[in-house]
């Protein structure tokens, strides 16, 4: 069955810091990939998606690009701010439109002035 | 605004006890919700997909005598935990699929306590 992997947090950085959160992926054709944030006490959030191989989905200075040929959609954000503190999760839906999400274990991010 | 929401945001509760959690779809029409639970620091499983007019298709592992799901109309999804149990305390989030095939909206949750 289809299946995410994301790295382990917690993850700790420093405002300003550059952020990596990796996250690949199992599953049979072509996916859809997602980004889904949490913030404390709230639900989940879409931060950002791609389609189809080689998309690049970005929002609120967050990027990630579908790449087929690793089975990956790292998670980057060039500064983090302290407002960026939540839980990440890399997400999937499988090809052919049915919307079962499956998704990774989620990553925390913390980020400290 | 919100989307989807759900309530109560949060439940406790006396063991043996049901519980009701309802899901609104406030800007769609939904013939199809999602039920997921979230344990403390991990992912979250999906439950149960609600079909507006029908049974709801339960996945392998989840017991639907226990979870019941009523999709009553095109915008409210409850699930009720019968004889709840502290084991079913968690977080429950219900989703309503967007306008395109591969969006969700995601309620904010109910956190569930059972002592």
């Known amino acids: 069955g289809d299946s995410v992997t994301q790295m382990e947090g917690p993850v700790t950085l420093s405002e300003e810091a550059f952020l990596t959160i990796n996250c690949t992926y199992t599953?049979?054709?072509?996916?859809?990939l997602f980004w889904y944030v949490q913030y404390p006490g709230e639900g989940l959030q879409l931060l950002l998606k791609?389609?189809?191989?080689?998309d690049k989905g970005s929002n609120k200075g967050f990027e990630a690009t579908y790449r087929k040929e690793t089975t990956s959609f790292h998670l980057e954000k060039g500064s983090v701010q302290v407002s960026d503190s939540a839980v990440y999760f890399c997400?999937?839906?499988?090809?052919?439109?049915?919307?079962?999400?499956?998704f990774g274990t989620g990553t925390k991010l913390q980020v400290i002035p | 605004g919100a989307v989807v929401s759900q309530h109560p945001s949060w439940v406790i509760c006396k063991s043996g006890t049901s519980v009701k959690i309802e899901c609104r779809s406030l800007?769609?029409?939904?013939?199809?919700m999602f039920w997921y639970r979230q344990f403390p620091k991990q992912s979250l499983m999906l439950m149960a997909t609600?079909?507006?007019?029908?049974?709801?298709?339960?996945e392998q592992g989840v017991e639907k005598d226990k979870f019941l799901i009523n999709h009553a109309s095109l915008t409210l999804s409850t699930l009720t935990v019968t004889s709840a149990h502290p084991e079913d305390s968690s977080f429950y989030i219900c989703?309503?699929?967007?306008?395109?095939?591969?969006?969700?909206?995601f309620g904010p949750g109910t956190r569930l306590l059972v002592l």
């Open positions: 989703s309503v699929p967007g306008g395109s095939e591969e969006t969700q909206y």
């Open positions: 791609a389609t189809k191989a080689d």
């Open positions: 599953a049979t054709g072509y996916p859809s």
């Open positions: 800007d769609f029409q939904a013939t199809t």
């Open positions: 609600s079909n507006e007019g029908s049974k709801a298709t339960y």
């Open positions: 997400a999937l839906t499988p090809s052919g439109g049915y919307q079962k999400v499956t």
